[in-house]
T-cell receptor, first 116, second 112 residues
Framework: GAGVSQSPSNKVTEKGKDVELRCDPI?????LYWYRQSLGQGLEFLIYFQGNSAPDKSGLPSDRFSAERTGGSVSTLTIQRTQQEDSAVYLCASSLAGLAATGELFFGEGSRLTVL | GNSVTQMEGPVTLSEEAFLTINCTYT??????LFWYVQYPGEGLQLLLKATKADDKGSNKGFEATYRKETTSFHLEKGSVQVSDSAVYFC???????????FGIGTKLQVIP
C-alpha cells in the first residue's frame, strides 16, 4: 500500500492473554520503529529495526514485550501475559535509511490496545 | 547519545495569540531537525523540517529556525487558530543508520 499499515486498529483483550500487533511499512523503507503512546500525548520509544535486525531495543518495557521483523518488511510486536498498564496506542513508523535517508518518518494510524 | 528536550505542556492560548514551543537538542555532528504534529484522533505527520544550520522550515503558518549556536529549533506561529490544537513533537536525525530521536511532545489547546 501507499502508507504504513497497522493491524488491528483496535484490540480489546483480557488480562493475561497474549496479543500480536502487526506493522506493514512503506515498501523500500529499511528502518522501522515501534512506539507506545499513552493518554494521547508522549511517545515512548520501544524498538528500532534496521532491516531484520534491531540495533536498539532499549525501550521494551519488560521481557513480556518482543518484536521481530522478517524479510525486511512486516514487523510484529508481541505482548505476552498482558497487563492493564499495557493499554495504550502502539504506533509504527518507517523510513528510508543509509545514504538515501532524510530522517522523515511515516507513521501508521496505530493499534489501540485495551486490556480489561 | 542524542536527546531532544521540549517544553512540557499543556499550553493553552486564545485564538490569534502568538505561539512558541521551545525545543533544544543534544547531538553529535550536524543533525536534521523536525517538528511533527498529531491532531486529535489522527496519526503523527511531518509539519516542517530543517537540514542545516540557519535553515528555516515553514508550513501552515508555522516556522522554526535551526540555531546551531543555541542548539535550538523553536516552533513559532504568529496567530494560532482553534484548528491548531494538537500535540507537537520535536525530533532530530543524525543521518545514516541512526535512529530518529523524539521529544516528549507538547499539547497545545487553542480556545476561541
Amino acid at each position: 500500500g501507499a502508507g504504513v499499515s497497522q493491524s488491528p486498529s483496535n484490540k480489546v483483550t483480557e488480562k493475561g492473554k497474549d496479543v500480536e500487533l502487526r506493522c506493514d511499512p512503506i515498501s523500500g523503507h529499511t528502518a522501522l520503529y515501534w512506539y507506545r503512546q499513552s493518554l494521547g500525548q508522549g511517545l515512548e520509544f520501544l524498538i528500532y529495526f534496521q532491516g531484520n535486525s534491531a540495533p536498539d531495543k532499549s525501550g521494551l518495557p519488560s521481557d513480556r514485550f518482543s518484536a521481530e521483523r522478517t524479510g525486511g518488511s512486516v514487523s510484529t510486536l508481541t505482548i505476552q501475559r498482558t497487563q492493564q498498564e499495557d493499554s495504550a496506542v502502539y504506533l509504527c513508523a518507517s523510513s528510508l535509511a543509509g545514504l538515501a535517508a532524510t530522517g522523515e518518518l511515516f507513521f501508521g494510524e496505530g493499534s489501540r490496545l485495551t486490556v480489561l | 547519545g542524542n536527546s531532544v528536550t521540549q517544553m512540557e505542556g499543556p499550553v493553552t492560548l486564545s485564538e490569534e495569540a502568538f505561539l512558541t514551543i521551545n525545543c533544544t537538542y543534544t547531538a553529535t555532528g550536524y543533525p536534521s531537525l523536525f517538528w511533527y504534529v498529531q491532531y486529535p484522533g489522527e496519526g503523527l505527520q511531518l509539519l516542517l523540517k530543517a537540514t542545516k544550520a540557519d535553515d528555516k522550515g515553514s508550513n501552515k503558518g508555522f516556522e522554526a529556525t535551526y540555531r546551531k549556536e543555541t542548539t535550538s529549533f523553536h516552533l513559532e506561529k504568529g496567530s494560532v487558530q482553534v484548528s491548531d490544537s494538537a500535540v507537537y513533537f520535536c525530533a532530530l536525525y543524525s543521518g545514516g543508520y541512526q535512529k530518529v530521536t523524539f521529544g516528549i511532545g507538547t499539547k497545545l489547546q487553542v480556545i476561541p
